[in-house]
């Protein structure tokens, strides 16, 4: 068995998808890092990457978006070379990405992708690392790195790395949609002033309807303080919004900093529907029916 383990030639990571169900900005820190309370939750759109092992050291990324960089400026390869780095080892490693999350759609696609390069690496070098020496190694390469490594349903405050895990929300259907604006990350925080917010959403109260189970609990406490930015930059972004609330959704809400909306539905046929109507009118270039991740890997 451990023979096996030590010659493992090629691994195979997903790496999925988060959307929030609540994020509210407590307070921007002197370092320039924002306080947050988040309740993330995976959903079951995902990249795939295969890792094999090369004889000669370094790392060869390939991957099929064009516009994607595939050097130290890709999360994925500084993820490989800081594990490569402290275990010291000689050999390298060549890194397939298969890219389905949208990009610079507040989805945490980059977060996630490093995070599954991480748990690759761990396995495929036969690494020994915890998932926990693993999230405090990722958090210097991103805040939403140790909430990536496990995913599930999970508070996230500090910066969004001090993780509490949390029930998954009752079963039901997503439409998320992305509409075809990249917005960066950096702009959205940059842009918000945490300290003259007047609405929060109600974490607490999310945090109960998850313990209860109840879908309605969950839907009506949906809130982003980050859309007083975004919506106002981007209108497109109410648009989706309210389509999908006129057509069945018990709610909707911005994913992260955006673009991504995402709507909740409890009929399959409702959400198949929207989410035709929302490619017909143009409204995104991306659109997926989808349902909770519910494992934490
Ligand atoms: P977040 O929700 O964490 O803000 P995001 O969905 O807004 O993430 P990403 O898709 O993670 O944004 O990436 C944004 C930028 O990071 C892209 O413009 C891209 O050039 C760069 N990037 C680096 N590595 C990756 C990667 N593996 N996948 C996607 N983008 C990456």
Same mark, same amino acid.
């Given at each position: 068995?451990?023979?096996?383990m030590?010659?493992? +030639? +090629? $691994?195979?990571?997903?790496?999925?998808?988060?959307i929030?169900?609540?994020?509210? $900005?407590?307070?921007?820190?002197?370092?320039g890092?924002h306080?947050?309370?988040?309740?993330?939750?995976?959903?079951?759109?995902?990249d795939?990457?295969?890792l094999e092992?090369?004889? +000669?050291?370094?790392?060869?990324?390939?991957?099929?978006?064009?516009?994607? #960089?595939?050097?130290?400026n890709?999360?994925i390869?500084?993820?490989a070379?800081?594990?490569?780095?402290?275990?010291?080892?000689? *050999?390298?490693?060549?890194?397939?990405?298969?890219?389905?999350?949208?990009?610079?759609?507040?989805?945490?696609?980059?977060?996630? =992708?490093a995070?599954? @390069?991480m748990?690759?690496?761990?396995?495929?070098?036969?690494m020994?690392y915890?998932?926990? &020496?693993? +999230?405090?190694?990722?958090?210097?390469?991103g805040a939403?790195?140790?909430?990536?490594?496990?995913?599930?349903?999970?508070? @996230?405050? !500090?910066? !969004? *790395?001090?993780l509490? #895990?949390?029930?998954?929300?009752?079963?039901c259907?997503?439409v998320?949609?992305?509409p075809?604006?990249?917005?960066?990350? @950096?702009?959205?925080?940059?842009?918000?002033?945490? *300290?003259?917010l007047?609405?929060?959403? =109600?974490?607490d109260g999310?945090i109960?309807a998850l313990?209860?189970?109840?879908?309605?609990g969950?839907?009506?406490?949906?809130?982003?303080?980050?859309?007083?930015?975004?919506?106002? &930059?981007? #209108? $497109?972004? &109410?648009?989706?919004?309210?389509?999908?609330?006129?057509? !069945?959704?018990?709610n909707?809400?911005?994913?992260?900093s955006? #673009?991504?909306?995402?709507?909740?539905?409890?009929?399959?046929?409702? @959400?198949?529907?929207?989410?035709?109507?929302?490619? &017909?009118? !143009?409204l995104?270039?991306?659109?997926?029916?989808?349902?909770?991740?519910?494992d934490?890997?």
């Amino acid at each position: 068995m451990e023979n096996t383990m030590k010659n493992t +030639q +090629q $691994v195979i990571q997903k790496a999925y998808a988060k959307i929030n169900l609540g994020l509210d $900005v407590l307070r921007r820190r002197q370092d320039g890092y924002h306080e947050v309370r988040m309740i993330m939750q995976t959903v079951d759109i995902c990249d795939e990457l295969v890792l094999e092992r090369t004889p +000669q050291a370094g790392i060869v990324l390939l991957t099929d978006r064009a516009e994607l #960089p595939t050097d130290k400026n890709n999360l994925i390869w500084k993820a490989a070379d800081l594990l490569l780095r402290m275990k010291n080892i000689e *050999e390298g490693v060549k890194i397939t990405l298969t890219k389905r999350i949208p990009i610079a759609a507040g989805m945490a696609g980059g977060s996630a =992708d490093a995070a599954a @390069a991480m748990r690759g690496l761990n396995e495929l070098f036969d690494m020994g690392y915890s998932t926990k &020496e693993l +999230q405090e190694l990722g958090v210097k390469l991103g805040a939403d790195i140790p909430y990536c490594l496990t995913g599930g349903t999970m508070l @996230a405050e !500090g910066i !969004g *790395e001090v993780l509490s #895990p949390l029930p998954a929300p009752p079963d039901c259907f997503l439409v998320v949609a992305k509409p075809d604006i990249d917005v960066s990350t @950096a702009f959205v925080y940059g842009s918000l002033h945490a *300290e003259r917010l007047s609405d929060h959403p =109600d974490i607490d109260g999310m945090i109960g309807a998850l313990k209860e189970g109840s879908l309605t609990g969950i839907t009506d406490r949906l809130g982003n303080v980050l859309e007083t930015v975004s919506v106002r &930059e981007y #209108p $497109v972004i &109410e648009r989706v919004k309210s389509l999908m609330r006129e057509k !069945g959704a018990h709610n909707a809400l911005m994913s992260g900093s955006g #673009p991504t909306v995402f709507g909740i539905f409890t009929k399959r046929e409702e @959400a198949e529907e929207t989410a035709g109507l929302i490619r &017909e009118k !143009g409204l995104a270039g991306q659109v997926f029916v989808t349902v909770w991740h519910k494992d934490a890997i």
